[in-house]
């Protein structure tokens, strides 16, 4: 199969996320026949794998698919993965998580229980605010000028490829 623009500029943005950051993981779709990993990931529409700088061996990110012998439980595996195959990458385990989404590549199952999440999401009621106790009030009317500081929002950094 040809490789077309949008993978070859798929490979590139993963190189230099992968060289910037030295540990990344991919989210790959792993439900394709064209998927190499141990059978019993096939089937996986979001299986994530690690890629390390500190790895032994090589890892081939080419223009059409990313290539290695991965490790999985230990045991090597010679995968490879198509880039088409590839939705997501990120950095783990920091305050807040970088990454990037190809939304063209979400596997759809992804995409419908990202939206019944949305859903269910925006159908819970709110908690309903207790009625605040005379003093309380009385305490923040003294303290209008410096109010209660709020807790920081966590942000996240993954921005979507259309």
């Known amino acids: 199969m040809p490789t077309d623009f949008s993978d070859a500029a798929k490979a590139k943005q993963i190189r230099e996320f992968f060289q910037r950051h030295g540990r990344i993981y991919i989210v790959v779709d792993a439900t394709g ?31 059409d698919a990313i290539e ?36 063209r590549d979400v596997p759809e199952i992804i995409r419908a229980v990202a939206q019944a999440a949305r859903a269910s999401a925006a159908e819970e009621p709110e908690e309903p605010q207790q009625a605040r106790s005379e003093e309380e009030k009385a305490q923040t009317d003294t303290n209008e000028h410096s109010p209660e500081p709020s807790k920081p929002r966590r942000v996240r950094h993954l921005r979507v490829i259309k």
């Open 33 to 63: 026949d064209d998927v190499e990993v141990p059978e019993r990931f096939r089937g996986d529409p979001a299986l994530r794998l690690v890629l390390n700088v500190r790895m032994p061996q090589p890892i081939y990110i080419r223009t």
């Open 68 to 103: 290695s012998e991965f490790s999985f439980g230990g045991v090597p595996y010679p995968c490879r993965i198509p880039m088409r195959r590839i939705w997501a990458m990120y950095v783990p385990g920091r305050e807040q998580e970088t990454g990037v989404v190809w939304e």
